[in-house]
């Protein structure tokens, strides 16, 4: 089978700058060295310029972007400016560089109008599935109110799948949702999981004045909202400080959040002060540094619709770096890190709190755990296994383009 000879792609990218998303840069990456070339339209970073170019094939055009908050105005203000502008400057990109496929990364789930104004004009639509967005609001606002929105995100979540040429999801978890609430042909859609990859992320040397913190060292990567379990983190530390006796723990929480204030003042309430650190965004090579000088790593999303059906890559980044985990007993967590970690019965932080002092108490455990994670992920789990499935599915994509366009039949 030979591909079509359009390898042009635009890039639809909301919920972060391409310099904090790990999933699109690790894909745009790959279809760089596959021979694509890539027009990215994403929010620009502090101090980044409008324009970048990456390498040969990768394009950067940043917009500012909106002020961030919390609630339903505020994301529709958020999705609303996003997606306008994101339109307009995809007018631009198509008069000077062109693209022959519109590739949409949720959140929103809103890009299908980008998608489908350009199906008008014969380009492809592929829609990346990173996130249950109706399941994840659900999480951040359970209220009768939002039961509405949550009606209103799935109709547009069904419309972005059908409107699309091609799914790319993370987990046979998504592909199943698809399937089944989309109705989405399974030959529609491409597993691409996320996956570290082993040239950013892998041990180096411990940092010693960090080392010399605590006697044990806990990690936690990520972004800290309101659905990825933060307060069953605090409250885990607590338990192991003032009642499990184990006062000789530093915790480090990598990663940005607007919450931070409220976390703050819980870790205050819950006299933990001495024992956790937030550090905000930090590079790639501080995050490592970090990481491969704690002991155990956290994983304490608790379970609901959302969290139940997600991938994370923090996960397969601390087996990666050889670092036994600690987590809440979900599905996806299960088929990711299999032996490298202890899972606590759902939502129980009190044993969330147990399992981190039973691997404090046993390193050989800690050892074996390592031994696993590393074996997993470079036999199965790591970026260069995955990459090839979003080739083939990119090169599937254009060659039946290129030999019948949708909707057309096949002559006799």
């Given at each position: 089978m030979s591909p079509s000879t359009n390898k042009r792609i635009l890039m639809l990218l909301e919920n972060n700058p391409y310099s904090e998303d790990i999933r699109v840069k690790h894909e745009a990456t790959a279809l760089d060295?596959?021979?694509?070339t890539l027009s990215i339209i994403c929010p620009r970073p502090k101090n980044g310029k409008?324009?970048?170019?990456?390498?040969?094939g990768i394009s950067l055009f940043q917009y500012p972007a909106p002020i961030e908050g919390e609630g339903l105005l505020a994301y529709i203000w958020e999705y609303g400016y996003s997606v306008t502008v994101m339109f307009f400057l995809s007018l631009w990109v198509a008069l000077w560089k062109g693209f022959d496929v519109v590739h949409t990364h949720n959140p929103p789930d809103f890009m299908f109008v980008i998608g489908g104004f350009y199906k008008l004009f014969g380009k492809q639509f592929v829609f990346d599935h990173h996130d249950l967005a109706p399941e994840?609001?659900?999480?951040?606002?359970?209220?009768d109110s939002s039961k509405l929105v949550h009606r209103f995100l799935i109709s547009c979540e069904k419309l972005t799948a059908k409107m699309a040429d091609h799914l790319i999801v993370t987990n046979e978890s998504y592909k199943e949702m698809n399937q089944i609430r989309s109705d989405i042909s399974p030959?529609?859609?491409?597993?691409?999981?996320?996956?570290?990859?082993?040239?950013?992320?892998?041990?180096?040397?411990?940092?010693p004045e960090l080392r010399a913190q605590a006697g044990t060292l806990?990690?936690?990567?990520?972004?800290?909202?309101?659905?990825?379990g933060i307060e069953y983190l605090l409250r885990s530390i607590q338990i192991l400080v003032h009642e499990l006796k184990q006062t000789d723990i530093y915790c480090i929480l990598i990663g940005k959040s607007?919450?931070?204030?409220?976390?703050?003042?819980?870790?205050?309430?819950?006299?933990?002060?001495?024992?956790?650190?937030?550090?905000?965004?930090?590079?790639?090579?501080?995050?490592?540094?970090?990481?491969?000088t704690v002991d155990?790593?956290?994983?304490?999303?608790?379970?609901?619709?959302?969290?139940?059906?997600?991938?994370?890559?923090?996960?397969?980044?601390?087996?990666?770096?050889?670092?036994?985990?600690?987590?809440?007993?979900?599905?996806?967590?299960?088929y990711s890190a299999q032996d490298a970690a202890l899972y606590a019965r759902n939502n129980n932080e009190a044993e969330f709190a147990a399992h981190i002092n039973t691997l404090i108490l046993h390193?050989?455990?800690?050892?074996?755990?390592?031994?696993?994670?590393?074996?997993?992920?470079?036999n199965v789990l790591a970026w260069h296994h995955q990459k090839n499935n979003l080739i083939a599915a990119y090169e599937q994509l254009l060659y039946i383009k290129h030999q019948k366009p949708i909707g057309e039949p096949q002559s006799s």
């Amino acid at each position: 089978m030979s591909p079509s000879t359009n390898k042009r792609i635009l890039m639809l990218l909301e919920n972060n700058p391409y310099s904090e998303d790990i999933r699109v840069k690790h894909e745009a990456t790959a279809l760089d060295e596959a021979g694509y070339t890539l027009s990215i339209i994403c929010p620009r970073p502090k101090n980044g310029k409008f324009y970048e170019e990456i390498s040969d094939g990768i394009s950067l055009f940043q917009y500012p972007a909106p002020i961030e908050g919390e609630g339903l105005l505020a994301y529709i203000w958020e999705y609303g400016y996003s997606v306008t502008v994101m339109f307009f400057l995809s007018l631009w990109v198509a008069l000077w560089k062109g693209f022959d496929v519109v590739h949409t990364h949720n959140p929103p789930d809103f890009m299908f109008v980008i998608g489908g104004f350009y199906k008008l004009f014969g380009k492809q639509f592929v829609f990346d599935h990173h996130d249950l967005a109706p399941e994840n609001y659900m999480a951040r606002f359970d209220s009768d109110s939002s039961k509405l929105v949550h009606r209103f995100l799935i109709s547009c979540e069904k419309l972005t799948a059908k409107m699309a040429d091609h799914l790319i999801v993370t987990n046979e978890s998504y592909k199943e949702m698809n399937q089944i609430r989309s109705d989405i042909s399974p030959d529609r859609i491409t597993i691409v999981r996320n996956g570290p990859d082993e040239e950013r992320i892998h041990p180096v040397e411990p940092d010693p004045e960090l080392r010399a913190q605590a006697g044990t060292l806990l990690g936690y990567v990520g972004i800290m909202g309101p659905q990825d379990g933060i307060e069953y983190l605090l409250r885990s530390i607590q338990i192991l400080v003032h009642e499990l006796k184990q006062t000789d723990i530093y915790c480090i929480l990598i990663g940005k959040s607007n919450q931070l204030a409220h976390y703050r003042s819980m870790v205050n309430e819950l006299a933990i002060n001495d024992h956790i650190c937030f550090t905000g965004w930090i590079s790639d090579e501080e995050l490592v540094r970090i990481l491969s000088t704690v002991d155990i790593c956290l994983v304490p999303d608790p379970s609901n619709p959302f969290n139940d059906r997600c991938t994370m890559i923090k996960i397969m980044e601390y087996m990666a770096l050889g670092k036994p985990i600690v987590a809440f007993d979900l599905p996806e967590h299960r088929y990711s890190a299999q032996d490298a970690a202890l899972y606590a019965r759902n939502n129980n932080e009190a044993e969330f709190a147990a399992h981190i002092n039973t691997l404090i108490l046993h390193p050989k455990m800690r050892r074996a755990m390592s031994r696993a994670g590393k074996r997993r992920v470079r036999n199965v789990l790591a970026w260069h296994h995955q990459k090839n499935n979003l080739i083939a599915a990119y090169e599937q994509l254009l060659y039946i383009k290129h030999q019948k366009p949708i909707g057309e039949p096949q002559s006799s």
